[in-house]
T-cell receptor, first 115, second 114 residues
Framework: AQSVTQLDSQVPVFEEAPVELRCNYS??????LFWYVQYPNQGLQLLLK??????LVKGINGFEAEFNKSQTSFHLRKPSVHISDTAEYFC?????????????FGTGTKLQVIP | DVKVTQSSRYLVKRTGEKVFLECVQD?????MFWYRQDPGLGLRLIYF???????EKGDIPEGYSVSREKKERFSLILESASTNQTSMYLC?????????????FGAGSRLTVL
């Protein structure tokens, strides 16, 4: 069975500093990996996704993530954060082919950007 | 702009009441999902549906049922609400196609059971 681990429940960081949000997954088959962001009082929206190919994936708002198969990780990074990046970030893994997909989410990391 | 609309943003119900949470999508998506979100637990899948009148249990189906009579509508039903069902409920949908598909989420329905 697939699972996702986000070890950091909260990450405080000063504005304009770099940040890394960690995500590790486990799965017995090939997977697709995602990061979603949830701003206060809103639903989740896609930040970026890894399907195949280049292990470095670029997303919206200057975020990027690197897929590392040997370490089963998909960490999210941003070189310089802004106040507007304050939100909760969820890593997710999807496995299954065709029309049947099960998506499993991590427990989330709250990014608090400090002015 | 494509949308997933959840009919109620905030609900307050009493223990034992029957609760309906409605979700409608306008993207002609085949797959629809209901998650609950709790602090420290992330999103947990309750039920999903990959076609009209089809449903599959997720990880935490106990105490819930669902209905999918039309392609665009997926309802979550709490037959007899309990206080431990106080939570944020998120509906999502995606296309049924090969490869990974991105979930499109509604804004959520926050349910409080007293």
């Amino acid at each position: 069975a697939q699972s996702v681990t986000q070890l950091d429940s909260q990450v405080p960081v000063f504005e304009e500093a770099p940040v890394e949000l960690r995500c590790n997954y486990s799965s017995s088959v090939s997977v697709y990996l995602f990061w979603y962001v949830q701003y206060p009082n809103q639903g989740l929206q896609l930040l970026l996704k890894y399907l195949s190919g280049s292990t470095l994936v670029k997303g919206i708002n200057g975020f990027e993530a690197e897929f590392n198969k040997s370490q089963t990780s998909f960490h999210l990074r941003k070189p310089s954060v802004h106040i507007s990046d304050t939100a909760e970030y969820f890593c997710a893994v999807s496995e299954g082919a065709g029309g049947y997909q099960k998506v499993t989410f991590g427990t989330g990391t709250k990014l608090q950007v400090i002015p | 702009d494509v949308k997933v609309t959840q009919s109620s943003r905030y609900l307050v119900k009493r223990t034992g009441e029957k609760v309906f949470l409605e979700c409608v999508q306008d993207m002609d998506h085949e797959n629809m999902f209901w998650y609950r979100q709790d602090p420290g637990l992330g999103l947990r899948l309750i039920y999903f549906s990959y076609d009209v009148k089809m449903k599959e249990k997720g990880d935490i189906p106990e105490g819930y049922s669902v209905s999918r009579e039309k392609k665009e509508r997926f309802s979550l039903i709490l037959e007899s609400a309990s206080t431990n069902q106080t939570s944020m409920y998120l509906c999502a949908s995606t296309l049924r196609a090969s490869g990974a598909n991105v979930l499109t989420f509604g804004a959520g329905s926050r349910l409080t059971v007293l």
